[in-house]
């Protein structure tokens, strides 16, 4: 039965204000149906926007009793919030809420609250936490799937700020996920959490502001623009900048043209954690390089992402493609330069894809506890932004990226991994390393959701 004539009972078992958009040609249908990426997007029999934890438990149990399939959205930019006319998608959109605890140093976030709103109401009773480079990206998702932080020395990583999570199963139970009642779920959860239930609420850690070493709750943000005919000089002070740990620098060298001038561009993004003052001894190296343009400044933790919307627009053809990498070569760097070239010549609509190369300074913070996160070794990535407009080019633009990814990872594949929430389709041992904690997933998973409600990945 299609998904449109079984509206009537999901619609008897949900409270009244839980709307559920079926009608195709309707305008709210079409506007919720919109995701950050247009790459493999179909178009669902419904979708279905709960106001309450108590809805959301219902519609997973009708969907499961009726054997249709479904998916979550929050902020919508995952490539994986999609499915056909078969099934429904459940909009988080409105259930949404954070609240802070400051003496227990946590924060509760429910539904498909933002990552800019965590920001801001954390700065705002003194705190923060990992967080990235999107104000639109649902935080309970970054969380769940490793989440690279701009933050990751100070703070680890996205997942490791996860204290505790309440969960809708695959039978339909709502359940504490706690150290005390489930702490092997906890375990996986915190790294591979979007593959064993639907969070619906989420414990994370909060920091003081005075972590970020300064009483001002700033970190210092900049970029230096170069052409890229001076990409090797800039290079090789670049390798040297990295790998100094004396200094608490990060951020991405960039192969990009950015509008409205398009010219192909070398341009570092950089920041900063400590005191802002000492950020231009750290950064000395560029600034005698001389470049084109030289921007950079204080900025409060809860606005670092501001003035990112044209990214985060919904549409398009956008995905990232990230890796893990060992090192920084600069004869690989100047070898995927010619190759961004190469694809802009073939694939002119690829004009916003920049070819990335993202470092830290200083390793990402374990935590006191082992998870289901197996990157705390990894302080490089290759972190591309793959974004064109041309349908046609869809499959070669994504050549390109695998092409660019080879070069900067080389060949020995005892040193490869892949960012565990950046693809469903590579080898699953690159993104959850080590056989061991590969197996101990899996055996959660044929616990959890042994029928794959939530995703096949680990079955």
Not at 215 to 229: N, Q, R, T
Not at 443 to 449: I, N, S, V
Request: aromatic residues 8%; proline residues 5%; hydrophobic residues 40%.
């Amino acid at each position: 039965m299609a998904i449109p004539s079984r509206v009537q009972e999901l619609n008897a078992v949900v409270a009244s204000d839980c709307a559920i958009l079926a009608d195709l040609d309707d305008i709210n249908f079409q506007e919720f149906g919109k995701r950050w990426t247009d790459i493999d997007r179909k178009t669902p029999g419904a979708i279905v926007l709960p106001r309450t934890e108590q809805d959301i438990q219902k519609i997973v149990q009708w969907a499961v009793g009726s054997t249709v399939p479904f998916v979550t959205k929050s902020g919508g930019h995952s490539e994986w919030s999609t499915i056909g006319s078969n099934g429904i998608v459940i909009d988080l959109s409105r259930y949404s809420s954070i609240q802070v605890d400051a003496e227990a140093q946590t924060a509760t976030l429910s539904g498909s609250v933002l990552s800019k709103e965590v920001a801001v109401r954390l700065a705002e009773a003194g705190f923060f936490t990992a967080l990235g480079n999107g104000n639109a990206v649902g935080a309970i998702p970054y969380f769940l799937g490793g989440g690279a932080s701009i933050t990751t020395s100070t703070t680890g990583f996205g997942s490791d700020q996860i204290v505790s999570a309440r969960m809708v199963t695959a039978k339909g139970d709502l359940i504490e996920v706690t150290q005390q009642s489930h702490p092997e779920l906890l375990w996986a959860i915190r790294g591979a959490g979007q593959f064993f239930g639907l969070i619906t609420q989420l414990v994370v850690r909060a920091h003081p502001l005075t972590a970020l070493g300064n009483d001002k709750g700033v970190i210092w943000a900049g970029s230096f623009v170069f052409p890229l005919h001076r990409a090797k000089e800039v290079a090789l002070v670049m390798k040297d900048l990295m790998d100094d740990s004396r200094h608490a620098t990060a951020g991405l060298m960039m192969i990009m043209a950015p509008p409205p001038a398009r010219k192909p561009s070398l341009i570092i993004a950089a920041r900063y954690v400590g005191n802002p003052v000492n950020a231009k001894e750290a950064y000395k190296p560029l600034y005698d390089l001389q470049p084109l343009v030289i921007a950079g400044g204080e900025v409060p933790i809860q606005n670092t992402s501001d003035g990112r919307e044209a990214i985060g627009a919904k549409g398009d053809f956008k995905r990232f493609g990230v890796v893990g990498l060992r090192r920084f070569d600069v004869e690989s760097f100047l070898k995927i330069i010619s190759l961004w070239n190469e694809m802009l010549a073939e694939c002119p609509d690829a004009i916003s894809t920049a070819f990335n190369f993202q470092w830290d300074s200083r390793p990402p913070r374990k935590p006191d506890f082992d998870s289901a996160m197996s990157l705390h070794d990894i302080r490089y990535w290759q972190n591309n932004l793959i974004w064109h407009t041309d349908p046609k080019n869809r499959a070669k633009v994504d050549e390109y990226n695998d092409k660019s990814i080879a070069i900067m990872r080389g060949p020995d594949k005892t040193e490869w991994a892949d960012f565990q929430n950046g693809t469903r389709t590579g080898p699953i041992e690159l993104r959850y390393r080590g056989e061991a904690k590969l197996e101990r997933l899996k055996h959660l998973k044929k616990e959890w959701d042994p029928t794959g409600i939530f995703t096949t990945q680990l079955l």
